[in-house]
Every structure is written in C-alpha cells, then in structure tokens.
C-alpha cells in the first residue's frame, strides 16, 4: 500500500529553528508537496519538490531524497504565526495525490 | 484568500437531511476536487473533475453526490448521512495539465456535523 510518515505534533520556540520530516512509500513518484493548514483554514501551497536537494524560499526550506523516500520541510526564526498543521503529499504514478496525515507545530514564545 | 469559495462554511444537519455544499473557484481552473478531512487522518479525496467530466470516485458511499455544471463550480449533494460523516469537507482547484508542479488550491472548507 501507500504511506506517507510524518509525526503528529511538534513543539518549538519562537525565533529557533524547527524540521518536520515526512517519509514516503508510494508506487511511483511526480513530485512532493508541503502545505500548511491553520486551524479552521484551507491549506495553503508551501513548497514543491520533484528533483533531489533543496529548495528554499525565505524563511522555509524543503528538501528532498528520491533515494531513501525522504523529505523535510525546515523553519528557520520562528514566528508565533508558523503555529499551524503541515501537511506532506506526494504524487504518485497515476498522478494522484497521497497525502500525510499531517504535523502540528506548536510554537512557544 | 486563495480563490477557492466553500458555502456554507458551517453545517448540522440530521441524518434524514438533504443539503447541498457548494464550491466556487475564481482561477480559471480546470480540475476540481473534493477531499474529505477528520481529525489527525489524511486528506481523503474523494471526486475529481477535469474540464467537468468526473475521472475519479474513489469508493465513495451513494449517500454523497457530486455535480460539476461547469468549470467553475462544484457541488457536494448529501443525503441519509451517518454520524461517522462528519468531517471537514475541503474542495481545491487546480490548472490540469500544466507541465509544472500543478499545485491545488483550497476553499477554506465546510465543518459538517451530523446528528
């Protein structure tokens, strides 16, 4: 079947730095997407990886491992407003999304 | 705001109710999704539509019924629900294909209570 890994809630400070790992097994790979999820909001597009490294984008880094079915999201200076789920996904071989069940980051001042 | 509207963002209904819940995507799309969300499970999708034709239905009970009119808007139709369907109900959009990364983009969800 296929898997997507990530852990159910995390906690840091504000103004460190925090990793949100997502392991993946699925048939095939197009592609993994980062989204994050404010309580009672919609998902909002973070970030998004088909091709081995890094990508970052201000203060949030994604990064990639095709070979060992591994992705991490990275929060660098943490604000109190980064409080929110993020949600991995991966889109498999027929192009359907498989989706984490998400990680609760809980920011403390 | 992502230009994905969801109505009504609030629903109760009992479990011999008809409702509908609506979505409305101001983005030009041409695909069109509803996911089912409960607490600390993964998105469930549950029906896609490309350029208005469903392509997906992954096992979803008959008591959900989903209507496409057109590209731009998207219907959830409920009928005879169940306690255990009550969830956050989520439609996305997204530009299919595109050659990239073909990114959804969410409504802010219906939360669904039956009783």
């Known amino acids: 079947g296929q898997n997507i890994d990530q852990p159910t809630e995390m906690t840091a400070t504000e103004g460190a730095i925090v990793q949100i790992n997502c392991t993946y097994q699925t048939s095939g790979f197009n592609g993994l997407f980062w989204y994050q999820q404010h309580a009672g909001e919609a998902p909002t597009f973070l970030s998004y990886?088909?091709l081995d490294g890094l990508e970052e984008k201000g203060r949030f880094s994604s990064f990639l491992s095709r070979s060992k079915g591994y992705s991490y999201l990275l929060l660098k200076e943490l604000q109190m407003k980064d409080s929110a789920s993020y949600l991995c996904?991966?889109?498999?071989?027929?192009?359907?999304?498989?989706w984490g069940a998400g990680t609760k980051l809980i920011i403390k001042p | 705001e992502t230009g994905v509207t969801q109505t009504p963002r609030h629903l109760v209904m009992g479990m011999t109710n008809k409702k509908s819940l609506k979505c409305e995507q101001h983005l030009g799309h041409n695909a069109m999704y509803w996911y089912k969300q409960s607490a600390k499970k993964p998105l469930e999708l549950m029906f896609v539509?490309?350029?208005?034709?469903?392509?997906e239905n992954n096992s979803v009970p008959s008591r959900f019924s989903p209507e496409c009119p057109n590209s731009s808007h998207l219907f959830l139709h409920l009928h005879t629900l169940q306690p255990e369907d009550s969830a956050l109900y989520l439609c996305?959009?997204?530009?299919?294909?595109?050659?990239?990364?073909?990114?959804?983009?969410f409504g802010p969800g219906t939360r669904l209570l039956v009783l």
């Open positions: 996305a959009s997204s530009q299919e294909p595109s050659g990239g990364a073909e990114t959804q983009y």
């Open positions: 996904a991966v889109r498999d071989s027929n192009y359907q999304l498989i």
């Open positions: 990886n088909v």
């Open positions: 539509y490309s350029l208005e034709e469903r392509v």
